[in-house]
């Protein structure tokens, strides 16, 4: 009861406060294209996996489309965006369909669009997209972790628990694989692709 009391704060807590943020988006023909392109990056990524031994996978680098349009373009847009990866991943990616309803809200709603977080600080100095970067990372693990501990319990192994083994399962494959995305973003030149997205260049 309590694993499932925080699970629904957590959904209704960020779904709320994303609606929020995203109020005042312009969705004219460059923000639908660049959404375009990096739903269809991000979801062909995420269906290139390396399977780990826990069972979970790290994808070939799916976080860094929404990650990078959050940075250099617009971080409402990326989240938007990440909504419409959530839904169509159900479809498209094999392992993303949800086993209840529900789901669709604590998950694929979440771990999508919360890498639109990446942006919300601002990309003007390093420090500030490090932070949002870490926040989204953040976010995404805690959207998998409670997904894990609600909807997957049932594949705990033998002593763990619901808990112990989502958290496992998916801090082995979504932490490292967050960490990496951070680090690769950060090696780009971020202030040159943001002047050329806003400008009308290809980022």
């Known amino acids: 009861m309590i694993s499932l009391t925080i699970t629904a704060v957590f959904a209704v807590v960020y779904l709320l406060a994303t609606l929020g ?21 991000t979801l062909v990524l995420a269906s290139i ?3 780990l031994p826990t069972g979970s996978n790290i994808t070939c680098g799916s976080w860094i489309p929404l990650m990078l ?16 990866c959530g839904l169509l991943a159900m479809i498209l990616i094999p392992g993303w369909q949800a086993v209840h309803w529900a789901q669709i809200f604590v998950q694929q709603l979440v771990c999508f669009s919360c890498l639109g977080y990446a942006g919300i600080f601002g990309s003007e100095k390093r ?28 594949n705990a192994w033998d002593g763990w628990g619901a808990w112990g ?11 490292p694989e967050g960490i990496l ?7 780009l030149p971020l202030k040159l692709l943001r002047r050329s997205a806003l400008k009308g260049g290809a980022v």
């Open 165 to 175: 083994y989502s958290l496992a399962y998916n801090l082995s494959s979504r932490l």
């Open 69 to 84: 349009l959050a940075l250099v373009y617009d971080y409402r847009l990326s989240i938007l965006a990440g909504w419409v």
């Open 181 to 187: 995305s951070i680090v690769i973003v950060s090696l």
């Open 21 to 41: 943020l995203c109020r005042g988006v312009k969705l004219d023909a460059r923000a639908l294209c660049l959404g375009g392109v990096v739903c269809a990056l």
């Open 127 to 154: 420090q500030k997209a490090l932070c949002g970067m870490v926040l989204a990372v953040f976010l995404r693990c805690c959207g998998h972790v409670l997904s894990g501990v609600i909807f997957y319990s049932q």
């Open 49 to 51: 996996r390396v399977p």
